[in-house]
């Protein structure tokens, strides 16, 4: 039974599609009515004018905005000049040898990483990232300096830290 109705089904599908594609409409592009070209205008208006059109179009369509201050002036402030102290120099090293920098460019040395992590010693930052990397973190020796291996950037982003190394020769 499921079988017949399968076909009768099947049959009035195919019909329907025929019915449709017979009917669908369309124009023969033989029977087409043919349109004629537009013909342009020929521009008359010199530049200068055309540009005054256009700025008086453009003042129809956007209004005038009124400037409004937005805050008051702010009143000069005397500023007074904050003295640093003079940076703190390691004098017992030699100008290739590496210290640990700070953003202000002080130098010390450096021993003053055994603050943050203990090490042991080491003579470069790479050797320092080595050593780190050896006790199982992750450690990142970055060259940021303008002239090639004269300051490194080591970051441990496990123990958070951040160090900048330079060379004694760049220490003020």
């Given at each position: 039974?499921?079988?017949?109705?399968?076909?009768?089904?099947?049959?009035?599908?195919?019909?329907?599609?025929?019915?449709?594609?017979?009917?669908?409409?369309?124009?023969?592009?033989?029977?087409?009515?043919?349109?004629?070209?537009?013909?342009?205008?020929?521009?008359?208006?010199?530049?200068?004018?055309?540009?005054?059109?256009?700025?008086?179009?453009?003042?129809?369509?956007?209004?005038?905005?009124?400037?409004?201050?937005?805050?008051?002036?702010?009143?000069?402030v005397?500023?007074?000049?904050?003295?640093?102290?003079?940076?703190?120099?390691?004098?017992?090293?030699s100008?290739?040898?590496?210290?640990?920098?700070?953003?202000?460019?002080?130098?010390?040395?450096?021993?003053?990483?055994?603050?943050?992590?203990?090490?042991?010693?080491?003579?470069?930052?790479?050797?320092?990232?080595?050593?780190?990397?050896?006790?199982?973190?992750?450690?990142?020796a970055?060259?940021?300096?303008?002239?090639?291996?004269?300051?490194?950037?080591?970051?441990?982003?496990?123990?958070?830290?951040?160090?900048?190394?330079?060379?004694?020769?760049?220490?003020?």
């Amino acid at each position: 039974m499921s079988i017949k109705i399968a076909r009768i089904v099947g049959s009035l599908l195919v019909l329907l599609t025929v019915a449709v594609m017979v009917h669908a409409g369309g124009v023969d592009p033989k029977e087409a009515s043919v349109q004629e070209p537009v013909a342009r205008e020929q521009v008359t208006a010199t530049a200068e004018q055309t540009s005054t059109a256009v700025s008086k179009a453009r003042r129809a369509v956007v209004p005038a905005v009124a400037e409004v201050p937005v805050a008051k002036p702010a009143p000069v402030v005397k500023t007074v000049p904050i003295r640093k102290s003079q940076p703190r120099v390691v004098s017992s090293a030699s100008k290739d040898s590496w210290l640990l920098g700070s953003s202000e460019g002080e130098c010390s040395a450096l021993s003053s990483v055994d603050r943050k992590v203990n090490v042991g010693s080491f003579k470069t930052p790479q050797e320092f990232a080595r050593k780190v990397q050896q006790r199982g973190y992750q450690a990142f020796a970055l060259d940021v300096g303008d002239v090639r291996n004269q300051v490194m950037r080591v970051k441990v982003p496990d123990l958070d830290l951040d160090l900048i190394f330079m060379k004694a020769g760049l220490c003020r």
